[in-house]
Every structure is written in structure tokens, then in C-alpha cells.
DNA sequence: GTATATGCAAACCATTTGCTTAGCG
DNA sequence: CGCTAAGCAAATGGTTTGCATATAC
């Protein structure tokens, strides 16, 4: 995750007062090296400062979403989870027998859904690209499937 | 939609036993052109078979996606959307404006995703592809900018 | 006849919201 | 001080599940 800018700035400039919950959510945020669904947040929030309340967290990363500062994914289970927006765009591998979500870009990918949003008369507003994966290692033990959705 | 195999193929190959209901849902689905929603078939299947409980077309669909018939899909709106799976793969446009779905399928891009899979050491379980596209039109209103999840 | 399906209602889970109090600017 | 935020709990919306009955095979 990591923001490039500081949190008392990433809140000024978008008319948000820089209150405690706030701080600790963001710093958590900024911290943050993978995916976590709100539930995960709410979690290591806690650790730092037990009395925030989820609502506060759901409210606070839907704030930063609208002000483009995080965005939101859904990777099939029923949970959203966030990263910071102030990256490269990117999309996902999703390895389905651990979970772990791995980023990468393909230049060449954005340009082809550019032309094919043109070619159907539309110009892209956002897009995401989710490759779920399975190891190429055949010796390892089958694990638990997770579907697919 | 539209199945290729007949209905009752498709429950005897899967193990399924013909019901009254399996049928109404399953002629629904085939009849389907577009990608409902649980709610949704539910509407269609209660005009055919007002007897017919939601709680059926959900282990219904759920069923026939396990065994493979049906796709599961969620465009960021909460619900889940089904389509046949008897069909090549293809990606989704999403119009923003207007909610509508619109099918593509690029080889070149399904191409790329392996090979950004087998570079990074994985074979591809599935994926999905999500353009949330607006028309190219200028002159229209701004409209209700929707959250890209 | 027996295991699988269904209907109904209650349960679930993630997320949102109303209301009141707290605290940033 | 005034208005935004937070906490809490209740509400929501989509989806799942337990249980008793019905039905396909």
C-alpha cells in the first residue's frame, strides 16, 4: 500500500478532518503491503487503538475511495477489500490455492481493452483484470480448492 | 443463455433429479439472453411457477455452477449474475450510464494472460475481465459517476 | 421406499445508516 | 462554537441454512 503523500495532506487536500480514527486507519492503511477486506482492517486498527468502531473504518475507506485515494476490489468472496490508488494501475493474479493476490501490468493488455472499448463506441471509465492461478508444480498436495467466483 | 443440451441431459449427467422446478428455473436460464440476477430469475421463474422459492433458484444456480453449467459473475454491484458456461469464454463491457453488459472476447488478450501467468510460475484456473465503459458522446451530462468496484 | 429437493422462515455476513455525543478547526 | 466524525446499535440486502414435507427415481 504505502502512500506517497503524508496523511495530514492526503486529508487537507480533500477537505477531510485529520481525527484520531482517521490517523490510525490510514497509518494501517499505509502500512499495508497486501489487500485487506474491512474486517482485516478493523482488526489491526484495533491492535493499535481498540476503540474504533467498524463503522468508522467501512465509512472512512469508502471516503478515500470516492476521493480516488484508494480503490476498492472485490476478488470473489463476498468481502471488498482496498489498496492505495496513488500507483501505476495494475491488476491481479489471484493464486486460488492460498489466497495471495499477486500484482502485475501489462501495457500491452491496457492498450488492446482500449481499442476494444473504442471499437464498440465507449471510452474506459476503470477496469479490472482478475487471473486466478493455480501453481504449475503438479507435485503439490491438491490444498483446499477454493472456487473460482 | 441458451443451453445447448436439452435440460433433462443435463441433470442426468450431473446427477440431478428432474424437478418441477430445476425445469422452470433451467428453461429460464436457457431463455436468458442477458445475465440476471438471483432476484431477477426469481421474477421470470414466478411468472412461470408462482410456487417456485428464491431459496430454490439459489441452490439451483449454485448447483449448476458447481457442476460447471453456469458462470457466477459480481460487476461490482452486491449480487451475483449468472450465465451459461456452454460457450466460449468472453469478457464483459459494463456501461456505467446504463448498467447494460456487453460480451467480447479478445484471443490476443486471453493469449498475454497466460503468458503473464506462466511467468510468474502459475497455470490459469480461470479469470475475468470487467471494462466499465461510458459512450464515447460528449454532449452528454456528467451523470452519476459510479464507483468502479 | 429412500434419498434428494423444496418451501418457509430464521440465520448469516458484509455493509450501511440513524441518532447522539465528541472533538477538529 | 459550528459542523464534521465517531460510536453504537439497529437496519439492510443479498445469500444460506435448518427443518419438516414432498417427490423423483
Redesign the pocket.
Known amino acids: 500500500m504505502h502512500f506517497k503523500k503524508d496523511i495530514a495532506a492526503l ?1 487537507k487536500e480533500n ?8 490517523k490510525v486507519i490510514m497509518q494501517v492503511l499505509s502500512a499495508s503491503s497486501d489487500h485487506p ?3 482485516e482492517l478493523h482488526r489491526r486498527v484495533s491492535e493499535i487503538d481498540p ?6 473504518v ?3 475507506v ?1 471516503l478515500l475511495q470516492e476521493k480516488g485515494v484508494l480503490e476498492k476490489h472485490t476478488f470473489g468472496d ?3 477489500r482496498f489498496e492505495s490508488a496513488d500507483h501505476e494501475h495494475h491488476d491481479h493474479l489471484i493464486n486460488v490455492e492460498t489466497g495471495d493476490v499477486i500484482e502485475f501490468r501489462s501495457d500491452e493488455i491496457e492498450r488492446l481493452q482500449e481499442e476494444i472499448a473504442r471499437q464498440h463506441g465507449f471510452t474506459i471509465v476503470s477496469h479490472k483484470l482478475q487471473i486466478y492461478v493455480k501453481p504449475i508444480d503438479k507435485k503439490r498436495p491438491p490444498g483446499k480448492g477454493k472456487e473460482t467466483a
Not at 477537505?15 to 482517521?22: H, I, K, N, S
Request: positive net charge.
Open positions: 486529508c477537505g477531510l478532518r485529520l481525527t484520531g480514527p482517521r477486506d474491512a474486517v476503540g474504533i468502531a467498524i463503522a468508522t467501512y465509512r472512512t469508502n463476498g468481502r471488498a
